[in-house]
């Protein structure tokens, strides 16, 4: 089985090298880019399993790019820059971005980040869109009657907290701006609604860490969104860096 194909799309020839170096030490297969059209001619071309983009791009903004690919493709893309302002991340991640990864990175967070985008790809691909049942480490939700167990101990939500849970678990893995749950759950994006969703946020994630388990299942990145992180069972892969805490 063909190793996951990577398009790297970094003008800094330094980063662009170190990136390579990085994944060749886990046997990636990998194409470069050195700007915006010609990773957009790559990624339809040669059809990559993962994107790794800079933003600061010389022939045009890396927010550009996003906004072409996701015209046409799912693929994933996660953004490597050394933009770290929040609105930087939070537009990008609107755009259609998966993930956010701010220079200076280290290659251990940067190939964890790619292991944890492979395996929500894998997930999706395994699993029946119809299916009505979702799982998730000790976290279960049946579409079909609305209901919710964690350790086999039903949890009592009410309606907001149930549309939020399902919305970050059928995007798994992947950052969820404010402004997107926002627009998903309640069709607003007002700013002054963000409270509102924190609030909501907060009561979720009593009632999801109140088993004896304490697994973090939803992750706050600070001034951008949430992320529902992969569970992994004992038995899985060992848990990874990437399921600490975001700073």
Known sequence: MNKP???????DKAVRNLITATLETQDYRYLTAGTGRQGIQEATLKQPDIILLDLGLPDRDGIEVIQTLRSWSRMPIIV?????EDRDKIEALDAGADDYLTKPFSVEELLARVRVTLR????????????PIFTN???????????????????????????????LAHNVGKVMTHTAILKAIWGSTLDSDVASL???????????????????????????????????????????PENKPHR
């Open 120 to 131: 929500r790809m894998r997930y999706i691909q395994t699993q029946n869109e119809e299916s």
């Open 198 to 240: 924190r609030v909501f946020m907060t009561t979720l994630r009593k009632k999801l860490e109140s088993s004896t388990s304490s697994l973090p299942y939803i992750q706050t990145h600070v001034g951008v969104g949430y992320r529902m992180l992969r569970i992994e069972k004992p038995d899985d892969d060992a848990a990874l």
């Open 80 to 84: 490597i820059s050394a933009r770290s």
């Open 137 to 167: 480490g000790d976290l279960k939700i049946d579409y079909s009657s609305g209901c919710v167990w964690l350790q086999d101990r039903e949890l009592h939500l009410t309606p907001s907290e149930y549309k939020l849970l399902c919305l």
């Open 5 to 11: 194909l990577i398009l790297v799309i970094e003008d």
